[in-house]
C-alpha cells in the first residue's frame, strides 16, 4: 500500500475510496446484521482485480499472499473453535488481502485483533458482556485497514 499512498494517481485515489465505501458498507452490514453480504464482498474482488490490471499497488505474488495472509488463519480458527470466525469475515478478509498485499492485511489483521481483544476486554471489565462473547468482527477489520491505511500515509510523508 506503500505505492498507493506515496505516489497518488487519480486511478489510485479512485480505486481506495472504492475499496473504503465497500468496506465501510461490510463493515455497516456486519455490525447491524451480523452478516457480510457477498456482493460488497464481490465488489472488493473487483476493486483488487482494477488494481492489478491498472498496475496500481502492490505486485500480483504480494496480493495473492495477501488473500491468505489472514483469511488461512481464520479459516483454521474457525475449522478448531467453530464460531471463532464466521465465513463472511474470512471472505471479507481474503478479499481486502487482494487488494492490501501481504504486509498490508498482515498490518491490518494485527490491528483488528488489537482492537477487538481491547473492545472485548472494556466489555468485560464494565460488566456489559464476559469474554465469551461473540464480536461482529466485520467493524474492526474495516477499522484495522483504515490504520493500517492512515499509518502508512503518515509515514511516507513524516519519516
Known amino acids: ?4 499512498v506515496g505516489r497518488s494517481s487519480v486511478q489510485e485515489v479512485v480505486l481506495t475510496a472504492a475499496f473504503f465505501i465497500l468496506l465501510t458498507a461490510a463493515a455497516y452490514r456486519d455490525f447491524k446484521e451480523r452478516k457480510i453480504p457477498d456482493r460488497l464482498v464481490a465488489g472488493i474482488l473487483i476493486v483488487a482485480a482494477a488494481g492489478v490490471f491498472m498496475g496500481q499497488g502492490p505486485n500480483i505474488a504480494s496480493r495473492a499472499l495477501g488473500a491468505f495472509t489472514a483469511s488461512g488463519p481464520m479459516l483454521l480458527a474457525a475449522i478448531v473453535r467453530p464460531g471463532a470466525f464466521g465465513g463472511g469475515d474470512i471472505k471479507l478478509m481474503a478479499a481486502c488481502g487482494l487488494f492490501l498485499g501481504a ?3 498482515f498490518l491490518s489483521f494485527f490491528y483488528s485483533l488489537l482492537l477487538a481483544a481491547t473492545y472485548g476486554a472494556c466489555r468485560a471489565v464494565y460488566k ?4 465469551k462473547d461473540q ?7 474495516a477499522l484495522g485497514m ?4 492512515i499509518s502508512t500515509f503518515i509515514s511516507t510523508f513524516y519519516f
Open 1 to 4: 500500500m506503500r505505492d498507493l
Open 103 to 105: 504486509e498490508g492485511t
Open 128 to 131: 456489559k458482556g464476559s469474554l
Open 135 to 141: 464480536l461482529a468482527f466485520g467493524p474492526f477489520l
Open 146 to 149: 483504515f490504520l493500517h491505511f
